[in-house]
């Protein structure tokens, strides 16, 4: 289990113990799926460095 959303190669995404989404970052990391599985509001950005996605947690207003 890997807990830093950066370095994730393959991503299954559970909720509840059901799995909600799977595949490469690019297509799990979206804003609505962050917030709906972490409560995480985060802005999804490409990483300059290697155009994968990258996820920047915003503070919470």
Known sequence: MLHDLNLAGHVVARRSGRIVAQGPPSD??????????????????????????????????
Do not use: M, W
């Open 28 to 61: 799990v990391f979206t804003v609505p799926l962050l917030a709906e599985i972490f409560g995480l509001e985060a802005l999804v950005v490409p990483d300059p460095a290697t155009g994968a996605p990258l996820v920047v947690p915003l503070p919470r207003s």
